[in-house]
C-alpha cells in the first residue's frame, strides 16, 4: 500500500477474496453441469479433491439452486 491509497479493512479484503472464490467455484460448477466428482468434474478442473471442494461450497453457502426440491419425497 502507497500513501496515496487509502487504507483496506482486513474485512473488506477477506470478505473481497471470499466472494471472488466463490464466482469463481460457481462460474466452473456450472460450467460442468454441476458434477463435482470424476475426471470431467468442477474439483478436477479446480484441481482439488471433491471433498474439499464440498467444504468450501458448504463455507461458501453455494448450492445448486436448480436441484429438484423435494425429488426422494415422490
Do not use: F
Amino acid at each position: 500500500q502507497t500513501a496515496d491509497e487509502p487504507p483496506v479493512s482486513r474485512g473488506t479484503l477477506g470478505d473481497s477474496l471470499r466472494d471472488a472464490e466463490r464466482r469463481h467455484i460457481v462460474r466452473v460448477l456450472e460450467q460442468k453441469g454441476w458434477v463435482i466428482d470424476g475426471p470431467g468434474g468442477a474439483a478436477a478442473a479446480l484441481g482439488v479433491p471433491p471433498s474439499t471442494l464440498r467444504s468450501k461450497m458448504k463455507r461458501l453457502g453455494v448450492r445448486n439452486s436448480r436441484a429438484r426440491r423435494g425429488a426422494d419425497l415422490g
